[in-house]
């Protein structure tokens, strides 16, 4: 069976492991040499306080290792990806 991420992922509504909504995957930036994923690309929900989240343009960025599982959302630790803004 053939999974296509695309399909599988787009749209996905992303939460915080505090039940927050995070907003929802537009994009996913992949390491172009090792092929890894990066950071997940969001559209940040309405009334998000987006000055704790690192931005690019429109969207906020979360990193990959930030998340803890995707199932009918992609759940993140909301503690990782606060380490990530400091970095």
């Given at each position: ?42 559209s940040p929900a309405e009334g998000l ?11 906020i960025l979360i990193p990959f290792g ?21 970095r």
């Amino acid at each position: 069976m053939k999974y296509y991420a695309k399909r599988l992922l787009d749209n996905k509504k992303i939460m915080s492991t505090d039940a927050k909504e995070l907003g929802t995957l537009e994009d996913i930036h992949i390491n172009a040499k090792t092929g890894a994923i990066m950071d997940l690309v969001v559209s940040p929900a309405e009334g998000l306080d987006l000055a704790k989240y690192q931005k690019e343009e429109d969207y906020i960025l979360i990193p990959f290792g930030a998340v803890s599982a995707v199932k009918d959302y992609i759940i993140v630790d909301k503690d990782k990806a606060k380490a990530f803004m400091m970095r």
